[in-house]
């Protein structure tokens, strides 16, 4: 079995960042994710429909950028057009309801109160070319709140409790939210990942 000094798993922003920092600094890496390359970033095509996984915006002089150029890589980019960005005739609507911890709604109760709502705001069933129902979602998150010590107050990389598992991600560490968190929590990862399976790697 070949061995190696840091495993990632996750291909995401913040996996690819955290192998790439800790391969610069001379550790061997293996990413593993079960969907493969990219993580969020992906698009699926659905009819004339192009559905962006993960639509968050990196920005030019954010900390995100500084990460991938630090790591040879030159952002591109511009302004999302205003005019132009949906298919002809068709618009993107979504309507969500945050269900309550303890509440037992079933599926298509959910639904149907959803579909209420979008017909009270004009939208008829016969005119949906495409519908995506989630009943339920797991997230993790970490607002920065001034009670929490606001960025410098959410989870840091080392907050797992076993010295031998770093996280990261878009809500991990003080620098940035989204796909800057993503980049600078994978860098730091990945730094600190490569020092601990190298003493000799400079901290």
Do not use: Q
């Not at 962006?52 to 302004?79: C, K, M, Q, T």
């Not at 309507?95 to 037992?104: A, I």
């Amino acid at each position: 079995m070949e061995r190696h000094d840091v495993a990632v798993i996750g291909g995401g922003l913040a996996g690819w960042a955290a192998a790439a920092t800790a391969a610069r600094a001379g550790s061997t890496v293996v990413v593993v994710d079960r969907d493969g390359v990219g993580g969020r970033a992906a698009t699926d095509r659905v009819g004339r429909f192009l559905f962006n996984r993960g639509a968050h915006a990196l920005y030019d002089r954010g900390p995100g950028a500084a990460v991938l150029r630090s790591l040879g890589i030159e952002p591109r980019g511009g302004r999302p057009p205003v005019r132009g960005w949906h298919a002809r005739g068709a618009f993107v609507v979504h309507v969500m309801r945050y269900l309550r911890s303890d509440e037992t709604s079933s599926p298509d109760r959910g639904r149907r109160a959803l579909e209420e709502h979008l017909g009270l705001a004009g939208v008829a069933p016969e005119t949906i070319a495409e519908a995506r129902y989630l009943h339920r979602m797991t997230v993790t998150s970490s607002m920065p709140v001034p009670e929490n010590g606001g960025m410098a107050g959410r989870p840091s990389i080392t907050s797992t409790g076993d010295d031998r598992i770093l996280v990261a991600g878009d809500w991990i560490g003080p620098e940035g939210n989204l796909a800057d968190a993503s980049l600078t929590s994978g860098a730091a990862a990945g730094h600190l990942a490569a020092r601990r399976a190298s003493p000799t790697v400079a901290s």
